[in-house]
């Protein structure tokens, strides 16, 4: 095993010292005109099969840097530019600069001194604010997905998770010939639509259908993706079946089929598990067992693998999903799309608490236990249509109709007791729970453009209205010991129901100023949300054996009332390199409550400015800077405010405080990037800090029976400074390898002011995180990826009674993926962490380990895989946690190791126009 490690290292290290870098200068310019040609596409190709080396664009004197490494003597140069003929040329890499000098570009092909005029399509197109790659520019795997293909793409990065970024940025919407696929998954679409159907894939910053309309600069922060199918391949069926069964009786299954004509689109799925993934996946596609694939561990000790706490879990479930989609263009600007979703789930969960409760004079401990069964049914619905009447004027209608039907039983018991372990309080519960509800949500947006210079005017209104039905059964006892024992039983029936309507309407203007640069933007906002919330609370009658004892102590009918008015003033200016504006309101709201079972009304004014700025600067294509400021008011909520007695839990009792003020945000933020997107080198750096004057804080009273008294006051002294530096580098050996290695530093200072028994303290939380990550692919055979990281965390205090804190963690994870012989992929991901201050008689170490083999047959078109969840069977149901004011250890139900096999098969029928094949079997 030795032999062949440094066999590799050796072939890595090789490679390195053979391939040449090489660095490729010239301009382009008009032919007749002489002008300079900008943004146009230069790429290197390899001779032998065409595959992308690297790529730029043209400047704006149409000057060009092409930069790169190759272990081959001679590459291809291609330059593209829409309206031009495209041209090659062959050069020899001699370790030297190479001038190409001035080309003169034609609109007719001929030849320009040994520089061949061909017809070879760019892997990539800029085109505006569009990044646009060839599907057929790269090379994948065979029956490569189109997550294989994003892969491949300079600049593109694909997680685990099927998360994307592009040059950095995150992606937050995927879209099919323009119109979404299955809602807001984007695995959905990634994950099962084939390579081999594409034609393009379309990267611009993220926009609103009337932003794109409008012209308006997008969210540069995030991207959305546009897969563009062959419109050769967009007519006929195809998708895929799977299943799966384990030991333990672990079980899944999934199945995806797709009808596609032109413009018209149908496609359903649908799947279930009990391995605890929510969604659908695909055993072989989402090799790592469904979504869950990391482990994430808290400075204080505890950790969660995928949202559950690993070493906790929070049980197991079984769920179930299936839906359909549909997309179609109906007459000129046109179209509609609808997706329909059913999802079900029951799940079963055990769990055992111990906590350590920290007062400032005095500390007292308390236990619980308890099982839960929930059963759950939800449906949903969307439409989204849109239509342009003429080029000046787009209608955008979304109505969202969803349906939630839940049934809980849960059975839980507690004690307190104080520091000389006795007893103070117990109470047992048992509760059993239905809940119906319904949601109706509908946005209207009409768009006007008027003038030449960017002018338009739109209107956006978005109504909500949900109701929830609710029937609870509880019985519950609660013991209270000491000097005034104290004994409370409760059987009681709770029939609730909440309804709310909240509407609201924005209209705003957008005056250009100077064309397509300078805009003010005057809007106004106005919300109004109507909240009624009625509970009728039913004690048990011995003597009729019915709940008809009405409780008025517990029982609620509340109309609850948020008003807010905002008028706000804008301007913004962009230009090539520097992008700024401002922005003022004002906001008047209004929050009012009304109980119609006791004179518990109040109505409260809160009026407060709002403003932010921004501003960016582009100093090179590699090199920006950005920073901002944001002021923002956060009113009290309803609930904080009303001095309504909450004794619906005897041993945590709250009441509002309707003398709150509203808090205000205040926010700055800094970085700037040094950074080749394109060969994802280079350093990144951000810094923010936020102050919060009157801020809501809990205040909670611990009487001498341990009963909890809650309420809400404002506090000030509260703050945030974060920060993170980073430095990564990409080394494209050649087309197949690439190593790429990375550092980087986060870190926090936080500082809150909060209340422990009536007395009011500071605490401040220091956090480091370094960690560094390196990763080597090699195309066809393998990837291999190691990651370490560390964690330092202080806690202290300005009172005695708490102690200061330090927690160290250590994190080691590696994931390796093989491709070899041909058909057969393995993968593993395992991870090692290391936390040496967990309370003894906890483990302090932990490995999780999973893999996976797949193997293909048919053709590619079935595959059977054989994964295997916590090889070690490691996975640990216990976990600590603590803040300020307590430590906690929790051991609950957890998905434990097991093994399963899945077997998985592709059909097809996509074609040429009228070249369908009639049996997707075959």
Do not use: C
């Not at 979504?291 to 969660?304: E, T, V």
């Not at 005017?457 to 978005?462: D, V, Y």
């Amino acid at each position: 095993m030795q032999k062949y490690f440094y066999l590799l290292i050796f072939s890595m290290l090789s490679s390195l010292l053979y391939a040449q870098n090489f660095e490729i200068t010239g301009k382009l310019v008009d032919e007749n005109e002489e002008i300079p040609l900008e943004s146009a596409t230069v790429f290197a190709e390899k001779v032998a099969d065409s595959s992308l080396i690297t790529y730029t664009i043209t400047g704006k004197q149409g000057d060009f840097e092409l930069a790169g490494k190759s272990s081959s003597e001679e590459i291809n140069v291609n330059i593209s530019y829409n309206g031009y003929t495209p041209f090659r040329k062959k050069v020899t890499l001699n370790g030297q600069p190479i001038d190409l000098g001035t080309i003169k570009m034609a609109v007719l092909a001929e030849e320009l001194e040994g520089v061949v005029v061909t017809a070879n399509r760019a892997p990539i197109t800029i085109k505006k604010d569009t990044l646009e790659f060839n599907a057929a520019s790269f090379n994948t795997k065979a029956n490569a997905t189109v997550e294989d293909l994003l892969k491949e793409l300079p600049g593109v990065e694909v997680d685990a998770q099927g998360n994307i970024t592009v040059n950095g940025k995150p992606v937050n919407k995927i879209l099919v010939n323009g119109k979404p696929f299955f809602g807001d998954d984007p695995t959905i679409a990634t994950r099962n639509l084939t390579k081999e159907i594409v034609e393009k894939i379309q990267v611009t910053d993220t926009k609103t259908d009337s932003q794109a309309f409008t012209g308006e600069k997008g969210d540069e922060n995030n991207k959305t993706i546009n897969i563009k199918i062959d419109e050769e391949k967009n007519k006929g069926i195809f998708g895929r079946v799977a299943a799966g069964g384990g030991t333990d009786k672990r079980f899944e299954y999934a199945g995806l089929i797709n009808y596609f004509d032109n413009d018209f689109r149908v496609s359903a799925l649908a799947g279930g598990n009990n391995i605890n993934s929510p969604g659908f996946s695909f055993g072989e596609i989402e090799k790592m067992f469904g979504s869950a694939r990391y482990i994430n561990m808290n400075s204080n000790g505890s950790f969660n693998y995928n949202g559950r706490s690993f070493g906790g879990g929070d049980g197991i479930t079984n769920s179930r999903t299936a839906g359909a989609n549909f997309a179609d263009d109906f007459g000129k600007g046109s179209d509609i799309s609808a997706d329909y979703f059913y999802s079900s789930s029951n799940s079963f969960n055990e769990e055992l608490r111990s906590r350590e409760n920290i007062l400032p004079e005095n500390r007292y401990f308390s236990t619980s236990s308890s099982n839960s069964e929930n059963d759950n049914d939800s449906h949903s619905a969307n439409l989204r249509f849109k239509t342009q009447i003429d080029s000046t004027f787009l209608i955008e209608v979304r109505p969202q109709l969803t349906f939630n039907k839940s049934i809980t039983d849960l059975n839980k018991s507690e004690e307190s007791r104080n520091l000389d372990q006795e007893l103070i309080n117990q109470s047992q519960n048992d509760n059993h729970s239905e809940r119906e509800g319904r949601n109706f949500e509908s946005e209207l947006i009409v768009t006007k453009k008027y003038g030449t210079k960017g002018g338009y005017f739109r209107i956006r209104t978005n109504n909500k209205i949900n109701d929830v039905d609710n029937e609870d059964f509880t019985n519950s006892s609660t013991q209270i010991f000491g000097d005034e024992p104290n004994s409370i039983n409760r059987n009681q029936l709770t029939e609730g129901k909440t309804s709310s309507a909240d509407f609201k309407i924005t209209p705003s203007w957008r005056f250009p100023i100077i064309a397509d640069t300078l805009f003010l933007y005057l809007g106004y906002n106005f919300e109004k949300d109507k909240r009624k919330d009625r509970k009728s609370v039913f004690d048990f009658d011995n003597q009729s054996q019915q709940y008809e004892i009405f409780n008025t102590a517990q029982s609620t009918d509340f109309t609850n009332t948020d008003q807010s008015s905002k008028p706000q003033v804008s301007l913004t200016y962009t230009s090539e390199k520097l992008h700024t504006g401002i922005t003022v309101g004002y906001i008047f709201r209004t929050l009012e409550s009304n109980d119609a079972l006791r004179a518990i009304n109040f109505k409260n004014d809160f009026d407060a400015l709002e403003l932010s700025f921004n501003f960016r600067y582009q100093f090179s294509k590699k090199f920006s800077t950005y920073m901002g400021y944001y002021l923002q008011n956060n009113a009290p909520s309803v609930e904080q405010l009303s001095p309504f007695v909450d004794v619906s839990n005897p041993l945590d009792i709250t009441r509002g405080n309707p003398d709150l003020k509203p808090s205000n945000s205040h926010n700055l933020y800094f970085g700037a990037n040094n950074y080749d997107f394109k060969t994802q080198s280079g350093i990144y750096s951000y810094i923010r800090a936020a102050m919060t004057n009157d801020r809501v804080a809990p205040n909670t009273i611990v009487d001498e029976n341990l009963v909890r008294n809650t309420t809400y006051a404002n506090v000030n002294g509260n703050y945030e400074l974060s920060g993170s530096l980073g430095y990564s580098k990409n080394i494209k050996i050649d087309t197949l390898r690439s190593f790429k290695y990375g550092v980087q530093m986060y870190a926090t200072l936080n500082r809150n002011i909060n209340f422990n028994n009536n007395v009011q303290y500071a605490s401040k939380t220091v956090s480091y995180f370094p960690s560094v990550n390196l990763s080597f692919k090699w195309n066809d055979y393998f990837e291999i990826n190691p990651e370490y990281s560390l964690n330092f965390n202080t806690n202290t205090f300005n009172i005695d009674s708490f102690e200061d804190r330090k927690y160290t963690r250590h994190e080691f994870n590696l994931k390796t993926t093989t491709f070899f012989p041909k058909n057969l992929e393995w993968n593993n991901d395992v991870s090692y962490i290391y936390n040496p201050d967990v309370a003894n008689g906890f483990e302090k170490n932990y490995v999780f380990w999973n893999s996976t083999v797949s193997y293909s047959f048919l053709d590619d078109k079935a595959s059977a895989s054989l994964k295997i969840y916590d090889l070690l069977n490691q996975n640990n149901n216990v976990k600590r946690t603590s803040s300020e004011d307590y430590i906690q250890d929790i051991e609950s139900t957890v998905l434990k190791q097991y093994f399963m096999l899945t077997l998985s098969y592709k059909f097809n029928t996509l074609g040429k126009k009228g070249e369908i094949d009639d049996n997707p079997w075959d």
